[in-house]
């Protein structure tokens, strides 16, 4: 038996969040510098590179272990139906949609893969869809995910909820676009 690299895209998103929290608790201020999105968005190159970054950065372990644990459990099975080439950049384009909605709609930087996990939670929903329908769990997840979030919204804390929705946006999008591109013709009759 032998250890295989299988989910390239996924593990090597863990390492890298993994390794830029390690070095922030060493050096401090690592995570701050290089991966929180802010919203005074001057255009400079690091502006534009944090939009995707930001994914990376945790607050603390627990930060890290909870949106990991989602995305280690999730992210391979998809990573495996999806390919890694396209997950990535499913990943790429949550990050920077969201990155440009913080910036653009609050006064907050953003910080962490949660927008991610939630895009991995409603994306998965899609994995035994059928043409011409749409899965119950995909309708369930939808509903108890935006009840949970709009409520969650009101409390005082530093998570950002419209991260989390906006990612579950991304996913529920990708699901049907990725879908729909993979559906076989129609049999001519």
Known sequence: MRIRYNAPVILTFTLLATTVLIIDQILGGFTEAFFVSYPAFSGS???????????????????????????????PVLEEKYRSAALLMMVLVTAVVTGILNILLFSTGLMGA?????MLILLSSFTNIRSGEIPLTFVLIVVLFLVKEFINAFAQDNISQFAHIIGGICGGLFGFLFTKAKRPPEPVE
């Open 45 to 75: 190159a690091l502006d534009f590179l944090r939009l995707f970054t930001h994914v990376i950065g945790h607050q603390s372990w627990l930060h890290l272990m909870s949106n990991f644990s989602f995305i280690l459990l999730i992210g």
């Open 114 to 118: 949660s927008g991610i996990v939630f």
